[in-house]
C-alpha cells in the first residue's frame, strides 16, 4: 500500500480532472485544472524532485492558468444551455474505463512493472551531481552541459511563440478595424 | 513514502492522462478541450520524473523541464489563435466550426 500522503494527493488530482472534464462551466474546469497541476506538483515533490515541483506551481498554475483564465472571462465562452449532453457523457465514461483499465493492466496485473530492478522502492538520495539529486544545481549543470543545444532551442521556440503571438493578434485587430 | 512504488506513480499518471484524452474526445468547447491536452501533458512529466527518480538518473527530470517550457509556448499560441478564432467566428465550440464541411 502506497502511503498517505500519496492517496491524499493522488485523489485529489483525480477529483479536480474529473472536475476539468465534467463541467459545464468553463471557469469550473479551469478551477479544476489548476488543481490537478497543484496535485501533480505535490507528487512531484513525493518523488523528491523539489525545483520540477516548484516550477510546476510558478509556470503552470500561476502564469499558464491565469493567462487561460483571462481568456476565458474576455471571450465568455460557457457552454450553450439546453439538455445534458448524456451520449457524450457516456461515450466519455466508455473511453475513459476502457482506457483506465489498460493502465491498471499494464502497470499492475501485468507484472511488467513490479518485475523492474528499481520498482519496489525508491533507491536512496545520492549527492553525486551524476545521478539523481534534489538540488537544483545539478539541473543547471546537466542543462549546461550535455542539454546545451536543446537549451538554445528551447530559447530560440519561445522567441518564436512570441513573434507568432504578436503577429496572430496584430492581423486580428487589423481586420477587426 | 518508502511504501509508494513505481506502478503507483506509473497508474497515477495512466488514469491522469486518460482522463485528459476523454475530455479531448467528448467536450466542445476548445478552451476545455485545451486544458485537457495540458492535462496530458502533465501526465506524461509525472511519468517521466517517476521513472526518474526510481532510475536514479537526472536526465528524465531535466526533460520534463523542456516540457514545461513548450507547453508554456503552445499554451500562448494556441490561446492567440483560439482568440483570432472567436473574433472571427464569434464562437470557441468546436461543432459550430463547420465551415469546410458545409
Redesign the interface.
Known sequence: ???G??LFF?AL??GA??M??ASRN?VT??MG?IL??VG?AA??F????Y??GV??VL??AG??MV??LF??M??N?D??EGAYPWK??A??LA??FL??A???W???WSGA??N?P??????EL?TNP????TSAK??GR??YT??LL?LEI?GF??L???V??VS??K??TE??A | MEHTSLAHHLILAGLLFALGLTGVLVRRNLLVVYMCLELMLAAATLALVAFSRFNRTMDGAVLVFFVITVAAAEVAVGLALIVALFRKRGSVQSDALTTLRD
Open positions: 500500500m502506497p502511503d500522503l500519496f493522488a488530482t483525480l480532472a474529473c476539468l472534464v468553463a474546469s479551469a485544472m490537478a497541476l501533480v507528487d512531484f513525493l518523488l523528491d524532485a525545483f520540477l516550477l510546476q509556470v503552470y502564469a499558464v493567462l487561460f481568456i476565458i474576455l471571450l465562452t457552454d450553450p457524450a457523457a461515450l466519455g473511453v475513459f482506457l483506465g489498460g493502465v491498471l499494464l502497470f499492475h512493472v513490479a523492474m528499481a520498482g519496489a522502492t525508491p533507491p545520492s551524476a545521478l539523481f539529486t545539478s539541473f546537466l542543462l550535455k542539454y536543446p528551447a521556440l519561445l518564436v511563440a512570441l507568432g503571438v496572430l493578434s492581423d486580428s481586420e477587426n
